[in-house]
């Protein structure tokens, strides 16, 4: 897939490939626009029309319109996701025309990739050939034998040997509002002063890096655009700040390393930043909070939760449960 660059100017420019001249010299066609989404995806949408037909479209040409399609419909993390398998995932498959592809070429490329990769990332991988070929070609049937479903039992270190060791660092507060109010990192990150009013704190954002550029965009799924009441201590943690400006200003990367580091040298456990909601989940499960609540509380999306729960309300019960999680997790910062 064809990569905008920016231009002196603040544009973003993409070239295609077309062709070489009489001289043998590549012959490439400029899209220029405002922002690299729209000059990628003016590439790809000629790249895909010059090639009028379905056999003369590769498996990489397939895939490219199939994110360029999506792009705005499905969430900034997904697109991200499907631009991340698309550059290393299925590379042997990528120059193959649709019209000489096979399930037993599809087959292959899965198991090779399984022999290195988590089963989980080859379904995801998967899941997107299969939908960008059907786009393109309906009638492709595929066999492909898939790895099985993995259950791993992970031990993660206790909410308080979590708390004992981000305690006073540079990430508390990021590790507070993901443990805490069951925060996804591109939503921490994306929390500016003016999405907290009277101690409410409205999730509506998130920030996502990628090869170096920030994009700024909408949660991830509806159930992720939620509010939650901030507990004072996370409140003292956030203080003031100017309404554009975000509550936790630090680059993804420096957030993962800082608390995996703080919490393997306190606890001698290996644990990731998104392990913290998992922490949540946990407590809310040991504290008996009703599925409904907990799934509103997490921005989480079930069959349940879809036929219920069609908007944010604090009503008594909702904000009982607040209440016991609050009362729980501050009881562990007074432990000794």
Same mark, same amino acid.
């Given at each position: #897939?064809?990569?905008?660059?920016?231009?002196? $100017?603040?544009?973003? %420019?993409?070239?295609?490939?077309?062709?070489?001249?009489?001289?043998?010299? !590549?012959?490439?066609?400029?899209?220029?626009?405002?922002?690299?989404?729209?000059? *990628?995806?003016?590439?790809a949408e000629y790249n895909l029309k010059r090639k009028e037909k379905p056999k003369d479209v590769t498996v990489g040409d397939a895939i490219d319109g199939y994110i360029s399609n999506k792009d705005g419909v499905l969430s900034p993390s997904t697109i991200v996701g499907y631009r991340n398998i698309r550059k290393n995932q299925f590379q042997e498959l990528m120059d193959i025309p649709?019209?000489?592809?096979? $399930?037993? #070429?599809?087959?292959?490329?899965?198991?090779?990739?399984? %022999?290195?990769?988590?089963?989980? $990332?080859?379904?995801n991988a998967h899941g997107l050939l299969a939908s960008a070929i059907t786009m393109y070609m309906p009638?492709?049937?595929?066999?492909t034998t898939l790895p099985a479903k993995e259950h791993k039992v992970k031990t993660l270190p206790t909410p308080k040997q979590i708390i004992d060791a981000v305690k006073g660092t540079d990430i508390e507060l990021p590790a507070m509002l993901a443990m805490w109010?069951?925060?996804?990192?591109?939503?921490?990150?994306?929390?500016?002063?003016?999405d907290i009013k009277d101690g409410v704190l409205t999730i509506r954002n998130v920030r996502i890096a990628m090869a170096g550029q920030i994009e700024k965009e909408k949660?991830?799924?509806? !159930?992720?655009?939620?509010?939650?009441? &901030?507990?004072?201590?996370i409140l003292n943690m956030i203080g003031e700040g100017k309404p554009n400006d975000y509550v936790v200003d630090m680059a993804a990367s420096t957030i993962y390393k800082h608390f995996v580091n703080a919490v393997f040298e306190s606890t001698g456990q290996h644990m990731t930043f998104h392990d913290l909601r998992h922490v949540n989940?946990?407590? #809310?499960?040991?504290?008996? &909070?009703?599925?409904?609540?907990? #799934? *509103? %509380?997490?921005?989480?999306?079930?069959?349940?939760?879809?036929? $219920?729960?069609?908007?944010h309300t604090f009503t008594e019960e909702r904000l009982a449960t607040d209440q016991k999680i609050d009362t729980y997790i501050e009881g562990l910062f007074a432990e000794e």
């Open positions: #897939m064809a990569t905008a660059k920016k231009l002196p $100017s603040g544009s973003w %420019r993409v070239r295609v490939y077309i062709g070489d001249d009489s001289n043998g010299k !590549h012959i490439y066609k400029s899209f220029t626009a405002g922002t690299k989404k729209e000059a *990628e995806f003016l590439a649709l019209s000489k592809l096979t $399930s037993i #070429m599809v087959q292959a490329a899965v198991n090779r990739a399984s %022999r290195r990769l988590s089963a989980k $990332s080859v379904r009638d492709f049937i595929f066999r109010l069951s925060l996804r990192m591109s939503e921490v990150r994306g929390i500016r002063y003016k949660t991830k799924t509806f !159930h992720s655009t939620r509010q939650l009441v &901030i507990p004072e201590r989940a946990s407590i #809310m499960l040991a504290l008996g &909070i009703p599925d409904k609540y907990a #799934m *509103e %509380r997490g921005g989480w999306a079930t069959n349940s939760t879809l036929k $219920s729960v069609y908007q």
